[in-house]
């Protein structure tokens, strides 16, 4: 019997997510989460594509509304799939897409109430150039024994 607690995902509740997620939406989550979209929607022309496009449109949510959620890795994933996997992502759009994300950072840095919002769009540049392997789930969640957490917003 295991007697050892069961991992949550830690992030911060209440009235003050709420305000930063509508803060992120307006002032850039809008225009990352539509670009994740559009990444998607051309990823999925092909049949090849459909799991980039799929992983594409996960990641938009994740973008529209960050605050409250958080990005874990899997530990039962294959590690040469998962890195093959974000090689070709790397190609058709995570690099697009984490330029994007450092272009919004670096402006929402310019203003003193952007900075916050400038340091998470960096964090997720990360994540838009190698997504494959991770996974996110609303904070509070159990997480598996495991699982290491990749990025905490």
């Given at each position: 019997m295991n007697t050892y607690p069961t991992p949550v995902a830690a992030g911060r509740n209440g009235p003050l997510r709420v305000i930063g997620n509508i803060l992120w939406f307006v002032l850039a989550g809008l225009w990352m989460g539509i670009a994740y979209i559009v990444a998607g929607v051309l990823q999925c022309i092909t049949i090849i594509g459909i799991p980039f496009g799929l992983q594409s449109f996960k990641l938009a949510g994740y973008a529209f509304w960050p605050f409250g959620r958080v990005?874990?890795?899997?530990?039962?994933?294959?590690?040469?799939?998962?890195?093959?996997?974000?090689?070709?992502?790397?190609?058709?759009?995570?690099?697009?897409?984490?330029?994007?994300?450092?272009?919004?950072?670096?402006?929402?840095?310019?203003?003193?109430?952007?900075?916050?919002?400038?340091?998470?769009?960096?964090?997720?540049?990360?994540?838009?150039?190698?997504?494959?392997?991770?996974?996110?789930?609303?904070?509070?969640?159990?997480?598996?024994p495991e699982a290491r957490v990749y990025l905490a917003l």
């Amino acid at each position: 019997m295991n007697t050892y607690p069961t991992p949550v995902a830690a992030g911060r509740n209440g009235p003050l997510r709420v305000i930063g997620n509508i803060l992120w939406f307006v002032l850039a989550g809008l225009w990352m989460g539509i670009a994740y979209i559009v990444a998607g929607v051309l990823q999925c022309i092909t049949i090849i594509g459909i799991p980039f496009g799929l992983q594409s449109f996960k990641l938009a949510g994740y973008a529209f509304w960050p605050f409250g959620r958080v990005v874990y890795e899997r530990t039962d994933r294959d590690a040469a799939l998962s890195c093959l996997g974000n090689v070709i992502w790397f190609l058709l759009s995570g690099l697009w897409l984490a330029i994007g994300h450092v272009i919004g950072g670096v402006l929402l840095c310019l203003t003193i109430i952007g900075i916050p919002f400038g340091i998470a769009s960096f964090k997720l540049a990360g994540l838009a150039l190698v997504p494959f392997g991770k996974v996110v789930v609303t904070a509070g969640q159990p997480l598996p024994p495991e699982a290491r957490v990749y990025l905490a917003l």
